[in-house]
């Protein structure tokens, strides 16, 4: 099954780095990151901008 995992860079919470392998180990499954963002898309911009990627990844855009 396809998944996306829409990621900030600099999550203090859970490591970007993890993140990224788990998408990269697991068929199927993309990777987005959101660049600056800490954990929960910590700006208005950066919410935007996963709730986005997140309506394109799942319509196919």
Known sequence: MPALVVHGDRD???S???AARAAK???GTALHTIEGSDHGFDSREREDEA???T???LSGA
Do not use: F, L
Request: aromatic residues 20%; glycine residues 0%; proline residues 7%.
């Open 12 to 14: 203090s919470y859970v």
């Open 16 to 18: 970007y780095e993890i």
């Open 55 to 57: 309506v394109d990844w």
């Open 51 to 53: 709730i986005k990627m």
């Open 25 to 27: 180990e697991r068929p």
